[in-house]
């Protein structure tokens, strides 16, 4: 049997700074190592629906986590760029490697990099060359790149 409070303690889970709580994080940690939801209902003694129920409400907690991350992150970035619906994709990396030069931030990519990673995190906002919902490009100081959707069209 898998033990969750050790593995818990061993990934250093404070239920005092989490968003998750322990039962969230139990059957986080159990379900990463491989065990069923059934399984994990049988060791804690109730039922496989409660234990979907306490793992998807657990993602939620930690996709929400995420998103705020990347806002905050977004936030603090010397480098935002609002690119509008309609522009070429192409034009893009220009405007990202002059403003990151007037804010003395390093771009640790080539053009066509900057291209696909502008393409792949903006998802379905970019249809061929064309970005078709507004996005923001920000580049952190140590010149992480992050796309996120300014609107949602």
Known sequence: ??????????????????????????VLALRERGLTQSAIAEQFGTSRANVASIESSARENVRKARET?????TLRAPVQIDVEAGTDLYDVPPVVFEA?????????????ELLSTVSEAAGDAVVGREIRVEILVSVSADGTVRVRRTSDD
């Not at 991350?69 to 992150?73: G, N, P």
């Not at 990151?100 to 066509?112: F, I, L, Q, S």
Request: aromatic share 2%; charged share 25%; with cysteine.
């Open 69 to 73: 991350i990347a806002v905050a992150e």
């Open 100 to 112: 990151c030069d007037d804010a003395g931030v390093k771009v640790p990519h080539t053009a066509p």
């Open 1 to 26: 049997m898998t033990d969750a409070d050790s593995i818990l303690e061993q990934a250093g889970f404070d239920s005092e700074a989490s968003i998750l709580t322990r039962r969230q994080a139990e």
